[in-house]
């Protein structure tokens, strides 16, 4: 992705060097447990001088994948608008690359990663503008889209990874108030599952009645098969958690609706809750007729999930998708992301998220997560000739 000459103005020299520097390093894989530890007996000024050299390693290794991009993607607007907000937030932080870690230097790095966090609060959204210009311009062959959806899942999962960076240092360390007085950082050490699974499904229900005036009930069952008969808990992000559940309710009922009839009993929705000795798994198993195989695969596409831009008014999102038949999709208010952005959610800590679904009948997605803290590795996407190849000659 061209940096726009603009921004780089005179920098584009040593910018580009520098870019070149970092993104010879790999990013560090974190477990779940280090993010753990560290907010639990770190210091500030460890975590400032990790983090400096971090986040300019993580950025710069997907900043040199942009330049992979198709080129007509690059040239959109768009697409051009997150380009430079990477470069803004690289120079920002290349600022100090070289200081030490005073108090005052930790504190003006804090106030800078609030800038980050801000000016690439939107970068999702900016991005499937990117592809609906690139779709309306002149379409995309399926090279391109196979190379589009290759890096889309690598620029996601590594700008997730940035975020957790930064808004973990600025929970310990700076002055950002954690969700709950028991949680280090984003991370619930004692997660408790259930409640986040009732959370992600009563907030699902409320949007579904809004719309259709009916929602399926939810059967939930919890089989603790490490500690028989106890509360689940494990280590996890729990905003990654229901962000996931939301999600995958969401479509479980918008399916179920609409396939039984808003004037039908309709068959609930059945949750499982199991805790192994290494994975905890959660299936969502609806009655909700269900997708072919073909349609399935294009729910994790960007290309086809990109649905027509949201309303800016907040009213009511679109209610036709013109890519996945002509389903009035009450419930989808972005940009049809949210199965493939799940997906990485799930992913990010070695986990998974899986969808079989049988078509006339209904659909299972299954969520998994690492139960042990210190297999919860983050993936990360190194920079490397193998993306190159991916990316400029499509898998
Ligand atoms: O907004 C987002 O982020 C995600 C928006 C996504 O929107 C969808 C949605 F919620 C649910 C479905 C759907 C249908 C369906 O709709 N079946 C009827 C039809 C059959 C064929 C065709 C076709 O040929 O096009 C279309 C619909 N059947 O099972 C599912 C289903 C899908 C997922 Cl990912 C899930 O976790 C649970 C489910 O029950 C499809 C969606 F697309």
């Not at 002509?326 to 199965?339: E, S, T």
Request: net charge negative; charged share 20%.
């Amino acid at each position: 992705m061209r940096f726009s000459r603009k921004l780089l103005g005179p920098f584009v020299g040593s910018l580009a060097k520098k870019l070149d520097y970092y993104s010879q390093f790999q990013p560090s894989s974190l477990t779940i447990q280090q993010y753990l530890d560290f907010g639990r007996i770190g210091t500030a000024a460890n975590s400032y001088t990790f983090l400096k050299n971090e986040l300019l390693v993580r950025l710069a290794n997907i900043m040199q994948e942009f330049t992979l991009l198709p080129p007509k993607l690059l040239q959109m607007p768009s697409s051009k608008m997150v380009s430079n907000w990477y470069a803004e937030s690289f120079e920002d932080l290349l600022l100090f690359e070289a200081s030490d870690a005073s108090p005052e230097q930790v504190a003006r790095f804090n106030d800078q990663l609030t800038v980050v966090l801000k000016r690439h609060a939107h970068v999702v959204e900016t991005m499937a503008e990117g592809l609906i210009e690139l779709r309306e311009s002149d379409g995309v062959d399926i090279a391109s889209e196979k190379g589009i959806q290759y890096f889309l899942d690598r620029f996601y999962i590594n700008r997730i990874s940035i975020r957790m960076l930064q808004n973990q240092h600025l929970v310990v360390f700076g002055n950002v108030l954690p969700e709950s007085p028991r949680h280090v950082g984003c991370i619930d050490p004692a997660c408790d599952v259930e409640s986040v699974v009732y959370d992600a499904f009563e907030n699902a229900r409320f949007l579904c009645d809004r719309y259709y005036l009916t929602s399926p009930s939810m059967k939930l069952e919890m089989h603790n098969a490490v500690e028989k008969g106890k509360p689940i808990s494990i280590v996890a992000v729990p905003s990654h958690l229901y962000h996931m559940m939301f999600e995958l309710f969401k479509n479980a009922m918008r399916a179920t609706v609409e396939y039984h009839g808003v004037d039908d009993d309709l068959p609930d929705i059945k949750v499982y809750v199991v805790k192994g000795n290494e994975d905890l798994s959660i299936k969502i198993c609806d009655r909700g007729g269900g997708v072919s195989r073909t349609i399935l695969e294009r729910l994790y596409n960007y290309m086809y999930s990109t649905a027509p831009p949201p309303p800016r008014d907040g009213t009511q999102a679109p209610l036709t998708r013109s890519h996945i038949g002509n389903m009035n999709i009450p419930l989808q208010a972005g940009y049809g992301y949210g199965l493939p952005l799940s997906r990485l959610y799930a992913r990010y800590f070695l986990g998974d998220l899986f969808l079989v679904s049988m078509e006339g009948h209904g659909t299972d997605a299954c969520i998994y997560l690492k139960a042990v803290p210190v297999e919860a590795s983050e993936v990360l996407p190194i920079y490397s000739t193998s993306s190159r190849r991916n990316l400029t000659m499509g898998p």
